[in-house]
């Protein structure tokens, strides 16, 4: 494993356990060419997936971006990171189970959406703004009013 300081491939794993939830295992390591100390996360990965984009690209899926959009949504919000991670766990889960090598961007969204509207309502609609591309407030309005009367579309 390369250090994340100093580029070095010199690493010793010190400690390993199961995450909370028994989906990856931690891992605390240490460089020995720097000392810097951090901590990597291996997870089973039962297949490769495809995300297909609105605009018909394709790209490989990558946790690392869905947990960017997720943090990006709950930021400065007190939501319990556990929620989160719960949250992410199973919606690739759910996406890896599928039996599908393609999945599509809008699924995904889906899946984010109906998770954050779970853990927290201004996060939901952060995320519901650039998933739905919201480009008026009007478009705020529209939403938190369908949201009130219980029908999001």
Known sequence: ???????????QVKDSRPTEDNTAIRRRRACTACGARFTTFERVQLRELTVVKKNGHRNPFEREKLE????????????DADKIDRMINGIVRQLESSGDQEVTSEKIG????????N???VSYVRFASVYRE???????????G??????TT
């Open 110 to 117: 889906e899946l984010v959406m109906e998770g954050l509207a």
């Open 1 to 11: 494993m390369r250090c994340p300081f100093c580029n070095s491939e010199e690493t």
């Open 134 to 144: 919201f480009r008026e407030a009007k478009d705020f309005e529209e939403f938190i």
């Open 68 to 79: 960017r959009s997720i943090s990006i949504a709950t930021r400065k919000r007190q939501v």
């Open 119 to 121: 853990i927290d309502s």
């Open 146 to 151: 369908e949201l009130h009367s219980g029908v």
